[in-house]
């Protein structure tokens, strides 16, 4: 089905631009009839009547430095504004212009189709620094502010016609002044849905705080949310059993310390593997924040090691906050640390069947009892392998290291293997 005879389907949203018919004009595609756009200059108070719609990979960060540029040209220097920015690039399955009405009419589709692809492509930070100088003066009444919107222009490009497929590839490649992030691109792709589902399914609580693309923000809060999917993928990357069982001496997860970008490719190859971790992935993912608050007490870390930096009095990790395993901690600990032991506890997870993992010891229980002898396992390593102890690249080399979750690994192994005392 055409694209056009699938917006006629569906409900539409219209937008109409006034634009005095000089300023715009269409332009055939040189090589397909069923697309064409409109390129031309349109005042600012108008281009705030487009939608986002579902075409930009990311948010817009409206706290940046790209942002405050780009307020600060509408403020002082309106009438250059159209020189200075790139402007809006705006993909519509259907948009007609009148010149006798002075009127381009863009059709939206209301409602959501995995097969229409529509809304602004690139220039995501203009318009919504556009949209918010105009609320702002709408709600101020700041007439000064008011006079700055009506002398800027902004150019507008608007692709009629693009199939889904055309439309990732034109924003993908648009969205270039600042290279867009392989996570957010690979969530743009849609590849980031099981892992998604899996936390809004299982970790309701910390689902507002993880980012699945650039610039996404806590919708109860408004503020930047606490961590990338590339954090959470790190963490299930360090207790997944099924593809680092738990009791294999030579498989060990350091590419979860070593390489986000490599972990995100292990889950695009692996999906099937996290999304099976279902409820065991919310833990996985506090693991780290507990180790790191439990090694933070013990009487041999204090504030002389290179590798942590002191917290504030009463500090919870936010993935930890309100649970039953929460606990404040004294130190924040580099992860070249708290990682490798906690892939060492992958022999406590029962997890290496098509099953969904879970514990087959008892975690907090076996931390409060042995994390000091893992620890001291780790200061041996840490003593003969870091050379210069305040050089932050031989702690990142000590986190690449896989003799360290070797020997962390293997000692969880003989801790398990030892008789317990009735």
Known sequence: MAVREQVRSLNSNRVVLHVPPQFI?????????RRWCYVGSVPGLEAVKLLRGNANPREANLRGHVA??????????????????????VSAPEAVL?????????????????SVFWGILDGGHTFDVLCDVATAAAGNGDNNLLSSLQDTWVDVKIRVGLNKEEGMEAASANNTSTQLRPWTLANYKGELKPIEGLVKRFMPGLAGEIAFKENQTNDDTGQEREWEVLDLLQRLTLLNTDLFPGFDPARHPVVAYASKSKVLDLYLKNQGSFARMGSFAADAFRVPAVVEAKLSHLPKVHGNLAFLTRAKAGDVDLSLAGGTWSQARKYRINAAVVFPMVA???????????????????????????????????????QGAVNVKSDKRSLSGMGKDMRLWQVLHAK??????????K
């Not at 004009?25 to 009839?33: C, F, N, Q, S």
């Not at 403020?75 to 809006?88: A, C, K, Q, T, V």
């Not at 009148?98 to 959501?112: F, G, H, K, M, S």
């Not at 969880?412 to 005392?421: E, F, G, S, T």
Request: net charge negative.
């Open 25 to 33: 004009k269409r332009v055939p595609d040189p090589h397909d009839t």
């Open 68 to 89: 405050d540029q780009i307020r600060e040209t509408i403020l002082s220097d309106p009438r250059e504004f159209h020189l200075r920015n790139r402007g809006l690039i």
């Open 98 to 114: 009148d010149t006798e009405a002075r009127t381009l009419t863009i059709e939206n589709p209301t409602i959501e189709s995995d």
């Open 344 to 382: 060492a506890l992958r022999p406590l997870v029962d997890g290496e069947a098509a099953k969904a993992p879970d514990w087959r010891v008892d975690p907090i229980a076996f931390l409060d009892e042995n994390l000091e002898a893992i620890y001291n396992t780790f200061y041996e390593f840490y």
């Open 412 to 421: 969880v192994l003989a801790i398990l293997a030892k008789p317990r005392r």
